[in-house]
């Protein structure tokens, strides 16, 4: 059974960076494809940016292109998100996701696994 383990939120002002860390365990990291999802308060969870394992290719959200950038440590088994540039509207519940089938890039899908969320809070 996979497990990811999200970790790296906290606190952080307008304009700071963070970045989240989501360990992966239980299932062949070469095989998946991996992202990130968020929470934002009085939201639904959307989409935020996705790599896949085999050809490198990312996808990010229209609102945070140029901002955050994906990356993975294959020897670790660990997918990275550098949040740089951080607004207000980015304060959310980040959870890592993965999928051996396909990029995850829209909500409702049935992903494969999912984290247990780290919290990110920007102050104005």
């Known amino acids: 059974e996979g497990q990811l383990v999200e970790s790296g939120g906290g606190l952080v002002q307008a304009g700071g960076s963070l970045r989240l860390s989501c360990a992966t365990s239980g299932f062949v990291f070469e095989d998946y494809a991996i992202g990130w999802f968020r929470r934002a308060p009085g939201k639904d969870r959307e989409p935020v940016s996705s790599?896949?394992?085999?050809?490198?290719?990312?996808f990010y959200a229209d609102s945070v292109k140029g901002r955050f950038t994906i990356s993975t440590d294959s020897s670790t088994k660990t997918v990275y998100l550098q949040m740089d540039s951080l607004k207000p509207e980015d304060t959310a519940v980040y959870y890592c996701?993965?999928?051996?089938?396909?990029?995850?890039?829209?909500?409702?899908?049935?992903?494969?696994?999912w984290g247990q969320g780290t919290q990110v809070t920007v102050s104005s």
């Open positions: 996701v993965a999928d051996r089938d396909v990029l995850p890039t829209i909500e409702g899908y049935d992903y494969d696994y």
């Open positions: 790599i896949s394992n085999e050809d490198g290719y990312t």
